[in-house]
Nanobody
Framework: VQLVESGGGSVQVGGSMRLTCAAS????????MGWFRQAPGKEREAVAG????????RYADSVKGRFTISQDNAKNTLYLQMNSLRPEDTAVYYC?????????????????WGPGTQVTVS
């Protein structure tokens, strides 16, 4: 099972960036996939999630209206489009997948994780 993020880097305040998560077929059979982030000295927090069987995507309040999560089932790929970026969005961003049903918010419920990609907004 493999998840690999790409697309991170440095961007100016107000700019945009798209993260990509390439998932192995096994990981893409999960119930839910999500994006998390972790800033230095802070806990890992949920950013956006999507249930692969359908339903509306979910967002943390801090990113609603600015970030969009999407998926390409033909490519086993998850995306996170980030617009109007702010300095407080600076973090390592992780792609994750879980097999269990229930809330998308809890990091401990996720079984599979990518290595992360750094996003720096300044």
């Amino acid at each position: 099972v493999q998840l690999v993020e790409s697309g991170g880097g440095s961007v100016q305040v107000g700019g945009s960036m798209r993260l990509t998560c390439a998932a192995s077929p096994m990981a893409y059979r999960s119930q839910c996939m999500g994006w998390f982030r972790q800033a230095p000295g802070k806990e890992r927090e949920a950013v956006a999630g999507v249930f692969l069987a359908g339903g509306s995507p979910r967002y943390a309040d801090s990113v609603k209206g600015r970030f969009t999560i999407s998926q390409d089932n033909a490519k086993n790929t998850l995306y996170l489009q980030m617009n109007s970026l702010r300095p407080e969005d600076t973090a390592v961003y992780y792609c994750a997948a879980k097999r269990t049903i229930g809330t998308w918010l809890r990091a401990s419920d996720y079984t599979y994780w990518g290595p992360g990609t750094q996003v720096t907004v300044s």
